[in-house]
């Protein structure tokens, strides 16, 4: 049995910093993709980032690039998300999502098979 149980979320001022993590357990987690996702009040979940089973390459939306960093720990079966500067419009649910044995970053919600139940991120302005 697959579970993603993330951690992390909160409520915080515009301008401090949060570190969500995804604990994974029931998959190859290691040949796994790994994304953070996240869906605010009335919008669709959209791509936030991601990073390949092996940890070299990662990817951004625009409007979290250089602001969010994406990491994982193969031998924890961890994967985790560096939020810092944040702001109103990062207020949302925070989805951790898998991929196993998928290459590459992938952007698409179609594109992973496994969710966790979301942690809250709120930030106050």
């Known amino acids: 049995q697959v579970q993603l149980v993330e951690s992390g979320g909160g409520l915080v001022q515009a301008g401090a910093s949060l570190r969500l993590s995804c604990a994974a357990s029931g998959l190859t987690f290691r040949y796994s993709a790994m994304a953070w996702f996240r869906q605010a009040p009335g919008k669709e979940r959209e791509f936030v980032s991601a990073i390949t089973w092996e940890g070299l390459n990662t990817a951004y939306v625009a409007s979290v690039e250089g602001r969010f960093t994406i990491s994982r720990d193969n031998a924890k079966n961890m994967v985790y998300l560096q939020m810092n500067s944040l702001n109103a419009e990062d207020t949302a649910v925070y989805y951790c999502?898998?991929?196993?044995?998928?290459?590459?970053?992938?952007?698409?919600?179609?594109?992973?098979?496994?969710w966790g139940q979301g942690t809250q991120v709120t930030v106050s302005s």
């Open positions: 999502a898998a991929a196993p044995t998928r290459g590459g970053t992938p952007r698409r919600t179609f594109d992973y098979a496994y």
